[in-house]
C-alpha cells in the first residue's frame, strides 16, 4: 500500500512548454484533488474530482486540465507553462465523504 | 464554506499541551470541523475531524463549543516533532458536486521549543 504517489518529484520547465504531473493512489478512494501551494501561502484547490469520469474546476483552475479515466489515477495537465505556475503541486485522495484527506509528497515545479 | 480565522503563530514548550485555537461563527448546522497540518516541505496530514462532540484519536483532541462557532485542536504533549503549520477547515454541504472540495486558509504556524 503505497498511498498517493506524485511523479516528478521535481521538474524544471520552459515557458510554453507542456507535461503533466502523474498522481496515482492505490487505496481505491473515490475522491482526489490538485493543490498547488506558493511560497508563504497556503493550499489553491486547483480541481477535483468525485470519482472516475467526474471533474470540477476548483480556486485556481486556469492553465491546468485535469481526467479521470480511471479511479487510480488522476493527472494534471499543464497546456502551456508559465512562470506564475512555478510552485509545488500537491495530489490528495480520500474514501467516503467525511474522511480525511492523504496528501502525497509533492511535485515541486519550476518554470523558466 | 465557513470561513476560519486562526492566530497566525503561536509558540509551545516541548513536553507541554498546544492548544490552537480557530473561530467558525459563520458555520452551518451540516458542516464539519477539520484539522491538518503540514510539517515544512511534506504534504498535509490530515488530523481529526468533527460535528458537534468533542473527538479524540491517536494524535489530538477536537474541542467544539457548544455553539459550534469556535474550536480548539489540542495536541497533549507536544514533541519537537509537532512544529508545523496547522489547518482548520469548516467543510459542508455534501453531495458529490461539493464532497471534493477542502478550502484551506493560512493556517497558525505551531513551533515547539525545548
Known amino acids: 500500500n503505497a498511498g498517493v504517489t506524485q511523479t516528478p518529484k521535481f521538474q524544471v520547465l520552459k515557458t510554453g512548454q507542456s507535461m503533466t504531473l502523474q498522481c496515482a493512489q492505490d487505496m481505491n478512494h473515490e475522491y482526489m484533488s490538485w493543490y498547488r501551494q506558493d511560497p508563504g501561502m497556503g493550499l489553491r484547490l486547483i480541481h477535483y474530482s468525485v470519482g472516475a469520469g467526474i471533474t470540477d474546476q476548483g480556486e485556481v483552475p486556469n492553465g491546468y486540465n485535469v481526467s479521470r479515466s480511471t479511479t487510480e489515477d488522476f493527472p494534471l495537465r499543464l497546456l502551456s507553462a508559465a512562470p506564475s505556475q512555478t510552485s509545488v503541486y500537491f495530489c490528495?485522495?480520500?474514501?467516503?465523504?467525511?474522511?480525511?484527506?492523504?496528501f502525497g509528497s509533492g511535485t515541486r515545479l519550476t518554470v523558466v | 464554506d465557513a470561513k476560519t480565522t486562526q492566530p497566525p503563530s503561536m509558540d509551545c514548550a516541548e513536553g507541554r499541551a498546544a492548544n490552537l485555537p480557530c473561530n467558525h461563527s459563520t458555520i452551518s448546522g451540516n458542516e464539519y470541523v477539520y484539522w491538518y497540518r503540514q510539517i515544512h516541505s511534506q504534504g498535509p496530514q490530515y488530523i481529526i475531524h468533527g460535528l458537534k462532540n468533542n473527538e479524540t484519536n491517536e494524535m489530538a483532541s477536537l474541542i467544539i463549543t457548544e455553539d459550534r462557532k469556535s474550536s480548539t485542536l489540542i495536541l497533549p504533549h507536544a514533541t519537537l516533532r509537532d512544529t508545523a503549520v496547522y489547518y482548520c477547515i469548516v467543510r459542508g454541504p455534501f453531495g458529490y458536486n461539493q464532497g471534493g472540495k477542502l478550502i484551506f486558509g493560512q493556517g497558525t504556524e505551531l513551533s515547539v521549543k525545548p
Open positions: 490528495a485522495s480520500r474514501t467516503g465523504d467525511l474522511y480525511g484527506y492523504t
